[in-house]
């Protein structure tokens, strides 16, 4: 069975940071694809992070931009978001999503085909 979990959601402060893991199981997570994608109250889901399943390459939406960093680790199987500097505006479900695709529109959320269930990311005063 195909499968996504994330972890690592929580409460933090603002100017805090997490650390998001994304772990697959029954398949490799080697030449996918993968991003975060964060909905929050209210809004629209969009894309926070993404890294390509050919190249490493990245993408980072406006708003994250030298704060958020995305990672692979391919022994564990896992992907990484790391968090700085967080905003009360960063509060949001968190989801991790995969994809077999190795082109150039991997920060297109309609790529993706598997997701998780999403953990909770709360920024409060």
């Known amino acids: 069975q195909l499968q996504l979990v994330e972890s690592g959601g929580g409460l933090v402060l603002p100017g805090g940071s997490l650390t998001l893991s994304c772990a697959a199981s029954?398949?490799?997570?080697?030449?996918?694809?993968v991003g975060w994608f964060r909905r929050a109250p209210g809004k629209e889901r969009e894309g926070v992070a993404c890294?390509?399943?050919?190249?490493?390459?990245?993408y980072y939406a406006d708003s994250v931009k030298g704060r958020f960093t995305i990672s692979r680790d391919n022994d564990k199987n896992t992907v990484y978001l790391r968090m700085n500097s967080l905003k009360p505006e960063d509060t949001a479900v968190y989801y991790c999503?995969?994809?077999?695709?190795?082109?150039?529109?991997?920060?297109?959320?309609?790529?993706?085909?598997?997701w998780g269930r999403g953990t909770q990311v709360t920024v409060y005063d």
């Open positions: 999503a995969a994809a077999d695709y190795s082109g150039s529109y991997y920060y297109y959320e309609g790529v993706y085909d598997y």
């Open positions: 029954g398949f490799s997570l080697d030449y996918y694809a």
């Open positions: 890294i390509s399943g050919s190249d490493g390459s990245t």
